[in-house]
T-cell receptor
Framework: DAGVIQSPRHEVTEMGQEVTLRCKPI?????LFWYRQTMMRGLELLIY????????DSGMPEDRFSAKMPNASFSTLKIQPSEPRDSAVYFC???????????FGDGTRLSIL | TQLLEQSPQFLSIQEGENLTVYCNSS?????LQWYRQEPGEGPVLLVT?????EVKKLKRLTFQFGDARKDSSLHITAAQPGDTGLYLC???????????FGRGTSLIVHP
């Protein structure tokens, strides 16, 4: 099992540009968490999918952020337009036996200039 | 939103020393997880505790869940440089379990 795979690993772009982050969860899991990590705020939940449906998106900062999980093997997090304050490391995670986030990807380090 | 406070925020020690880090909240949790995160990687789940007063051991790491299920501690015996990392606790409750993370304790163990 390759684990959770995220792409790209690093992204540097100018403010105003659209950014798309991708996640391939562990095979067989149809639940997925997206998190954002910064020094100031730590690890924050953005959105949680269960059975490919968004269950809790209260952590999505604003309308500039959107996430989809069209099937059990793929999810995207999109920021449009991006702003410098969106700079962070973004993680996705597949759940463990008790449905807590257990298997994290290595993250996408996003820098908005 | 349940708030988890972790202390200390930073810890720098020599190899062979013992240490304890703490995770505290005013809320009661159904379960609590501890993770370790190394630079450039995602958090790795170390343990889940679910019962008040529960103690779990993972080699040199001892995890304890408070009797009231509001706090937890992680004790490392004879720390090694490989223990260096960010230690995160996360807890949640209720039927739709979505945990809240603390901000972590950053540990550096010097050889």
């Amino acid at each position: 099992d390759a684990g959770v795979i995220q792409s790209p690993r690093h992204e540097v772009t100018e403010m105003g540009q659209e950014v798309t982050l991708r996640c391939k969860p562990i095979s067989g899991h149809n639940s997925l968490f997206w998190y954002r990590q910064t020094m100031m705020r730590g690890l924050e939940l953005l959105i949680y999918f269960n059975n490919n449906v968004p269950i809790d998106d209260s952590g999505m900062p604003e309308d500039r952020f959107s996430a989809k999980m069209p099937n059990a093997s793929f999810s995207t997090l999109k920021i449009q337009p991006s702003e410098p304050r969106d700079s962070a490391v973004y993680f996705c995670a597949s759940p463990g036996a008790s449905n807590q986030p257990q298997h994290f990807g290595d993250g996408t380090r996003l820098s908005i200039l | 939103t349940q708030l988890l406070e972790q202390s200390p925020q930073f810890l720098s020690i020599q190899e062979g020393e013992n240490l304890t880090v703490y995770c505290n909240s005013s809320s009661v949790f159904s379960s609590l997880q501890w993770y370790r995160q190394e630079p450039g990687e995602g958090p790795v789940l170390l343990v889940t505790v679910v019962t008040g007063g529960e103690v779990k051991k993972l080699k040199r790491l001892t995890f304890q869940f408070g009797d009231a299920r509001k706090d937890s501690s992680l004790h490392i015996t004879a720390a090694q440089p490989g223990d260096t990392g960010l230690y995160l606790c996360a807890g949640g409750s209720g039927g739709s379990y979505i945990p809240t993370f603390g901000r972590g304790t950053s540990l550096i163990v010097h050889p």
